[in-house]
């Protein structure tokens, strides 16, 4: 007589992530995200998120689902409506990567049990386990700040963590049919594939400061296109059209706009299939070298210390008032007018020599 198959009752464990804001922290909280995989590579890791992320989260594998979100005007219809969600979900650990009151809240009302987040904005004791604001916040780049806190994570359950203090590895896997869509997106927009294909990130969603000027982008565009004979796309979001335009308008040669053209998931695979991406302090340029694109980024009014996109080159000159943080330069925006684009231009023509 066979012996009898014993059922397990055990359940999988269900870990929500809550994704961070904007589009440059995802990507420096993607070495956080591998760690929690590490740590529990049985449990079922779902990434809370805004609609946007998935074009950057779609084809990793150390997730094996995004649940998605969209603000609307009404914060009390977003927590109840994000609340629903996750409580029918019956998630059994929340870690929180934003340090908003609005996302410790949510991960309460749907009562999941251990709730793991920052001592920030009020929230801690809607937190099963706050932690403390490192005292090097400000000194040692962001992608530590949530590894940090998985850190803390694996203490808890396991005693001791294995998160090593070397700079991590932000790689970003894009899919063959994605990078396929990317290069017919190319082509139909007259680019010509068999020469180097440079892409230049003219604006800032969140920061009139952070943009190099449109006319130094325009002479850079001219130079990459005269001496180089390369493409030049320019790229950004909806929002940052005017200043691509501006930028074309100011240029001898053409560069080819894509900026709101694509969605920011086709966007991701053009990155990769690009040669080079020269870009003001955003988004796009922490995507690019994760995705394996060279990437120069100007710097001006923000700490490359703490927010430099990990794998890319930067440029930038040292002047008394910077880092100042602010959005909009109150004097005369000298961290950015005393950059070249000559000295760009060569800057970018050794990081793309055979």
Same mark, same amino acid.
């Given at each position: ?17 809550? =994704?961070?804001?904007? #589009? ?54 977003? $927590? ?41 904005? &009020? ?18 780049? /962001? ?15 396991? &005693? ?16 063959? /049919? ?12 007259? #680019? ?8 230049? &990130?003219? =604006? ?35 929002? @940052? ?7 074309? /308008? ?9 900026? =709101? ?11 990769? @299939? ?31 210390? $703490?927010?430099?996109?990990? &794998? ?43």
């Amino acid at each position: 007589m066979p012996a009898k198959v014993k059922k397990t009752t055990e359940k999988k464990q269900k870990i929500i992530i809550r =994704g961070t804001n904007w #589009v440059g922290d995802a990507v420096m909280s993607i070495p956080a995200l591998r760690e929690l995989r590490r740590i529990f590579p049985d449990a079922f890791l779902t990434l809370h998120t805004r609609t946007w992320a998935k074009g950057i989260f779609c084809d990793v594998d150390f997730l094996d689902e995004i649940l998605t979100f969209d603000k609307t005007d009404s914060k009390i219809s977003d $927590t109840f409506a994000q609340t629903k969600l996750l409580k029918k979900n019956d998630f059994d650990l929340a870690v929180l990567f934003p340090n908003s009151f609005e996302s410790a809240l949510v991960a309460k009302l749907a009562k999941i049990p251990k709730r793991f987040g920052y001592a920030k904005e &009020g929230r801690s004791f809607l937190l099963t386990n706050s932690i403390e604001i490192p005292e090097w916040k400000n000194e040692r780049h /962001e992608v530590f700040y949530y590894l940090n806190l998985v850190s803390e994570i694996e203490k808890s359950y396991i &005693g001791k963590t294995l998160i090593s203090e070397n700079l991590p590895n932000i790689d970003l896997q894009v899919s063959e /049919e994605r990078r396929a869509e990317a290069r017919k997106i190319l082509e139909e927009n007259g #680019v010509d594939l068999s020469k180097k294909t440079i892409a230049l &990130g003219v =604006g800032s969603t969140n920061s009139r400061a952070k943009r190099w000027q449109a006319e130094s982008f325009a002479k850079l565009n001219n130079l990459l296109q005269n001496d180089l004979g390369a493409n030049v796309l320019l790229v950004g979001a909806k929002d @940052e059209i005017d200043v691509s335009n501006e930028v074309f /308008e100011n240029s001898q040669q053409k560069p080819i706009i894509l900026t =709101g053209k694509t969605s920011l998931s086709q966007i991701v695979a053009i990155l990769a @299939e690009i040669d080079l991406l020269v870009s003001n302090d955003m988004g796009l340029a922490h995507i690019a070298p994760a995705v394996g694109t060279k990437t120069l980024v100007i710097f001006g009014p923000t700490n490359e210390k $703490t927010t430099r996109p990990i &794998g890319s080159e930067i440029i930038r000159k040292t002047v008394d008032c910077a880092p100042c943080m602010l959005r909009d330069c109150p004097i005369d925006h000298r961290c950015m007018t005393q950059i070249s684009a000559e000295e760009v231009f060569a800057k970018a023509k050794n990081l793309i020599k055979p």
